[in-house]
């Protein structure tokens, strides 16, 4: 895992972050594609908190790195995918990427301050209907 996400990003951030979540963070959603026993896709969602609402159960979603020979063969998708589906079953309401815009939204995402406002609705207890509460995305 780290030496995929450090092949694909341009720093060492993302797979330094990698390293750092699967010690620290708990629960850890830690999903990987292979193919030939080769890790080829990667992404992860760890707990993340909303400032002043200590209550909301939120998880984010980073890093995400498919190889780029294996790109755009729906690989990500169904990391993400996965991943969300994951989160649910771990009783989290939301969550929440930094990402392209272009791409997340596909999944549910949908831009922060929506996001913000599902989540008030909510938290309220009120049932809205064909909406998905489990995704968020925030633009970069
Ligand atoms: C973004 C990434 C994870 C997508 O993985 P993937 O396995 O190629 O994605 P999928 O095959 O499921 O989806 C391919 C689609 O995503 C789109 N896509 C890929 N990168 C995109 C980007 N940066 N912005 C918008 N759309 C993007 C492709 O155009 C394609 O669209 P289409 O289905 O309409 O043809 C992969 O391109 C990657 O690892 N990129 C480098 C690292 C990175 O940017 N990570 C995400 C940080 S938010």
Redesign the pocket.
Known sequence: MHALNAS??ESPAEANLVDTLQKQAHPVVSLVAENNDTVV?HTMLSPVSLSGHPGLNIMGLA????APA?????????LVRTGLERCKELGYGAVV????P??YPRFGFFALSTLWYRLRIRRAGRSVHGCRVTTGLSSR
Do not use: R, T
């Open positions: 694909v990003f896709g890093p995400m790195a498919v294996h790109q755009n063969k729906v690989i990500g998708s169904a990427v930094l990402g392209h272009g791409y």
